[in-house]
């Protein structure tokens, strides 16, 4: 079940979750989260607990997002690194930043004990590893930053220990950890649901009002009103542009095979290599009731809406991983999710920008999302409870990124460069040559359309226009779905939106018959 986030399907997908009614009245709560993933949820948990009434809205059932399209890799080896941290944040940055990743593991785990969640949690090792000799200073380097963020149990090794292949110099980070995302939903859901918290599905937000009293509207016509909101929907769609200049959308893929259990230690693998690679391991049932272990190798990332190859970036992950690990055996799984990168390396988890006091958001998973969303659940807490937090500063969505002008502009110009698509001619001359199920970008006079042919040939047209911004949106083959290049908006093959900043479907434009 892929509920509308993509065609292709993860491993986590199959897992039994609890079904939430539909929103078809108005309602009021203390609290209102916008997003049913683990950074809504985990918020919803802590506010609860804390005596709050919450409501949780999500277009799609819970989990049913990006939270199900991760690898669930729970670490506070930081994906840009502490070195890039440390000169981007300060050394203190860089401790709290490794203070919050490693709280949020332990938060995890103490939650799955003390609410009896059963959902694979596991502590593991995990090792950054340079896969050449020009890497070895990198190593060295990112150990010193990470003993000065005050990680100090963190190793460096020769090579990665039960390896054979080459892998040069590594850093072994203890106590990571990695679980089963949904099992780990589906247990929240299930004790906000009984502790009185309110979870409802298609209740697609369309817009919110900030006041003394919050207000919701939804596209089914229901309004919700709330002394507080929460935008936890991986990108804010009540933010037209401030926060989508500081972050960018990207896209990684993930392949997944079986693999004998004993072949190699299960832990967290990442190398230095640019785009890098991440690898885990799930274990599960296989054939005649055996356990197994699947294998999950991740990477390949390229900007959301920016190409169109997932069948050779699939392909260049399986060689890859085949050449490291030859024991695997066929691919089974295979799957791609949307990872927001803010241009300093850390979150968006605070106040939104330009709003009043009672308006929160939690983005820039910078892919880190289960700490990341951890972190936002409980900072997010501790905000609205009026409680202090020492890592408020560090994730306050208003900072500006002075130290990544670089990576600022770099990011401002290829934004401003997509814009350039409404001059250009379409992707094929004609829609004669889209074939059954795949979609193109026609040009009709100055009109720009995303065309897509169904199975049995009919032809369904929407604008490629991007509601958000106006940028035109891209086809995907591999998800079968309309991706924005300039800030992550996602529309299903129909142009129904998946994903924000675009909170409205891409017009529709009149549909062909088969002749």
Not at 179 to 194: N, Q
Not at 203 to 220: H, P
Not at 312 to 338: I, K
Not at 468 to 497: M, Y
């Amino acid at each position: 079940m892929t509920d509308g986030s993509g065609e292709t399907v993860s491993i986590w997908m199959s897992a039994d979750m609890p079904v939430v009614s539909p929103l078809t009245t108005g309602a009021h709560a203390d609290i209102c989260i916008v997003g049913a993933g683990i950074a809504g949820l985990t918020t919803a948990y802590g506010l609860m607990k804390a005596g709050k009434s919450v409501i949780v809205l999500d277009d799609g059932q819970p989990g049913r997002g990006m939270t199900q399209r991760t690898t669930a890799h729970l670490s506070n080896a930081i994906d840009d690194g502490y070195v890039a941290l440390e000169r981007l944040h300060g050394e203190s940055g860089s401790r709290l930043a490794a203070q919050s990743h490693t709280a949020a593991i332990d938060w995890i785990e103490h939650t799955c004990i003390n609410e009896v969640i059963d959902c694979d949690f596991t502590r593991v090792n995990g090792y950054l590893f340079a896969p050449s000799e020009e890497s070895r200073s990198d190593i060295d380097e990112e150990w010193h930053a990470a003993l000065r963020a005050g990680l100090t149990d963190v190793e460096r090794l020769d090579r990665l220990p039960g390896i054979h292949f080459p892998t040069g110099p590594c850093l072994r980070f203890p106590r990571q950890a990695q679980f089963h995302p949904m099992k780990y939903l589906s247990g929240l859901v299930r004790i906000l649901e009984a502790g009185g918290g309110r979870i409802f599905s298609e209740a697609q937000v369309t817009s919110i009002t900030s006041g003394t009293q919050a207000k919701l509207e939804t596209k089914q016509g229901c309004l919700v009103t709330a002394d507080a909101v929460v935008i936890a929907t991986n990108t804010p769609i009540n933010n037209l542009v401030t926060i989508h200049t500081k972050q960018a959308a990207y896209i990684s893929y993930v392949i997944g095979a079986a693999i004998p259990l004993t072949s190699i230690e299960p832990a967290l693998y990442w190398d230095t290599l640019d785009p890098y690679h991440y690898v885990r391991f799930q274990r599960r049932s296989g054939t005649q009731g055996r356990e197994e272990a699947m294998l999950l190798v991740g990477g390949e990332d390229h900007k959301a809406g920016q190409a169109d190859d997932g069948e050779a970036r699939y392909a260049r992950l399986e060689a890859w991983a085949r050449e490291r690990f030859p024991r695997m055996e066929g691919v089974t799984c295979r799957w791609s999710g949307q990872v927001m990168e803010p241009v300093d390396g850390l979150a968006f988890i605070g106040r939104n920008p330009g709003d009043r006091d009672n308006v929160y958001i939690a983005t820039g998973d910078s892919g880190m999302g289960m700490t990341h969303g951890t972190i936002a659940g409980l900072l997010l807490t501790d905000l609205i409870m009026g409680r202090e937090s020492a890592w408020s500063a560090l994730y306050d969505p208003s900072r500006q990124p002075v130290r990544a002008a670089g990576t600022f502009m770099r990011e401002s110009f290829n934004v401003v460069a997509q814009y350039a698509d409404w001059m250009t001619g379409g992707d094929v001359d004609s829609d004669r040559e889209i074939a059954k199920e795949q979609g193109a970008v026609l040009r009709d006079g100055l009109t720009k359309i995303a065309a897509y042919r169904d199975a049995e040939g009919t032809l369904h047209k929407c604008s490629a226009v991007c509601p958000h911004l106006s940028c035109i949106v891209a086809w995907n083959q591999s998800e079968k779905t309309w991706d924005c290049p300039c800030h992550g908006s996602r529309f299903d093959k129909f142009g129904k939106v998946l994903n924000g900043p675009a909170t409205s479907d891409l017009r529709p434009l009149k549909q062909e018959q088969p002749s």
